[in-house]
């Protein structure tokens, strides 16, 4: 069974930096593509960052180009989201999310539908 897990969230002021970790379980293949997404009160859930199964290949929105940087260690099952720069409207949970396997070495996913696996979120709070 597959499990992911995020952690590294809390309270920040304005211009401060968080970092978030996801961790997949479960899996044979020692690396898969691995997506963050996060969802605001009252709005829906929006793509953030994504890697590749190489680590490699990335992906951003455009509201946390050049101030978020996704990153995987694919030997600790883990990938990391570091967040620096924080603005109040980057305030959401976050979710990572794991797709079903057999992804191109090199494949961004970049919509929800396309993961299969969530983890709880994370809670990141940005104060101003």
């Known amino acids: 069974q597959v499990q992911v897990v995020e952690s590294g969230g809390g309270l920040v002021q304005a211009g401060g930096s968080l970092r978030l970790s996801c961790v997949v379980s479960?899996?044979?293949?020692?690396?898969?593509?691995v997506g963050w997404f996060r969802q605001a009160p009252g709005k829906e859930r929006e793509f953030v960052a994504a890697i590749s199964r190489s680590g490699r290949s990335t992906d951003y929105a455009d509201t946390v180009k050049g101030r978020f940087t996704i990153s995987s260690d694919n030997a600790k099952n883990t990938v990391i989201l570091q967040m620096d720069r924080l603005v109040p409207e980057d305030t959401a949970v976050y979710y990572c999310?794991?797709?079903?396997?057999?992804?191109?070495?090199?494949?961004?996913?970049?919509?929800?539908?396309?993961?299969?696996?969530w983890g709880q979120g994370t809670q990141v709070t940005v104060s101003s």
């Open positions: 479960g899996r044979t293949s020692s690396s898969y593509p």
């Open positions: 999310a794991a797709p079903t396997a057999g992804r191109d070495l090199e494949a961004v996913l970049t919509i929800a539908p396309r993961y299969a696996y």
